[in-house]
Every structure is written in structure tokens, then in C-alpha cells.
């Protein structure tokens, strides 16, 4: 059974960093896409970033490119958004997501498994 564990959220005035760490366990990941989602109230769920544990090939939303990093630690089976420059419009709740295929997609619906998400919030 795949988990997903989220943490290092929190509160962070802008221009700060935080950074998120997903701990999977359950599976060989080596076929797997990773992925940071992460929804504000009243929106839908967003695609972040992903990338493709492998080959470590990743992919950003046009709205954090060149502020956040994912990355992963093939030894510790977890994946990392370090964020930086952190705006309010950051403001949600971050999910991890996994999904056993190679292809990265931005919709929800294409990831199988979810972490419990952690809360992220940029004061001005």
C-alpha cells in the first residue's frame, strides 16, 4: 500500500522559503511520477510541480518557475518542494500525489494516491 507523508509546512512572511518534504513508502517508485499539488479555499486542486523519480526530469507551473525546486532523495524515498520567494498567492494546502506512470500530467485526476496534505501560508 503506497502512503504518502507530507511535512514542513507553516507560516512564512513573503519573500521567505519553506520547504516540503513527502516521505513514500509502500512501492518501488523508480516507475512513478511525482507530484506537488496544492489548493486554495474556494479554488480547485493545481498542479505545482512534478517529476519523474527515474530520470529526475521536472516540471513547474508557469507560476513558480524559477522560484521552486522539486526534487528527490532516492535513499530516503522522498520527494521536495524547496520554495522560495514565497507570495501570498502561495496561500494553500499542499498535497503530494503519486502516480505510476512516466508521463507527468497536471490533472488530479491522473494521480492514484494522495498524501494528507500540509498547510502553507504566506503572510504580506
Known amino acids: 500500500q503506497v502512503q504518502l507523508v507530507e511535512s514542513g509546512g507553516g507560516l512564512v512572511q513573503a519573500g521567505g522559503s519553506l520547504r516540503l518534504s513527502c516521505a513514500a513508502s509502500?512501492?518501488?517508485?523508480?516507475?512513478?511520477?511525482m507530484g506537488w499539488f496544492r489548493q486554495a479555499p474556494g479554488k480547485e486542486r493545481e498542479f505545482v510541480a512534478g517529476i519523474r523519480w527515474s530520470l529526475g526530469l521536472t516540471y513547474y507551473v508557469d507560476s513558480v518557475r524559477g522560484r521552486f525546486t522539486i526534487s528527490r532523495d532516492n535513499a530516503k524515498n522522498t520527494v521536495y518542494l524547496q520554495m522560495n520567494s514565497l507570495k501570498p498567492e502561495d496561500t494553500a494546502l499542499y498535497y503530494c500525489a503519486a502516480r505510476p506512470r512516466i508521463v507527468v500530467e497536471t490533472s488530479p485526476a491522473a494521480y492514484d494516491y494522495w498524501g494528507q496534505g500540509t498547510q502553507v501560508t504566506v503572510s504580506s
Open positions: 509502500g512501492r518501488t517508485f523508480s516507475n512513478f511520477v
